[in-house]
Nanobody, 114 residues
């Protein structure tokens, strides 16, 4: 079992920045990759960014150049630095861990005002 706890969401004006954190606990040695997903109201959940156990990253086209995913293995934490935020980034952001079974956090709300 893996437990994930997100933090760092909030309300920010367009052009601003936020950093999300996801702390993992439990059977962390089984984690192969981690990622951030988001789900806007009325839309499907989508991948925002992912990072593998060796540090390879991938991003959705809509966030490339603005968001950065990173991990601190000593703290078992994954971060999502979000810069130049846009109103369309408004969503609930979920942390995901693949073991390969998928584990999810409860989500953190990000709201970007115009």
């Amino acid at each position: 079992q893996v437990q994930l706890v997100e933090s760092g969401g909030g309300l920010v004006q367009a052009g601003g920045s936020l950093r999300l954190s996801c702390a993992a606990s439990g059977n962390i040695f089984s984690i192969r990759s981690m990622g951030w997903y988001r789900q806007a109201f009325g839309k499907q959940r989508e991948l925002v960014a992912g990072i593998t156990s060796v540090g390879s990253t991938n991003y959705a086209d809509s966030v490339k150049g603005r968001f950065t995913i990173s991990r601190d293995n000593a703290k078992n934490t994954v971060y999502l630095q979000m810069n130049s935020l846009k109103p369309e980034d408004t969503a609930v952001y979920y942390c995901n861990a693949e073991t390969p079974k998928n584990y999810w956090g409860r989500g953190t709300q990000v709201t970007v005002s115009s």
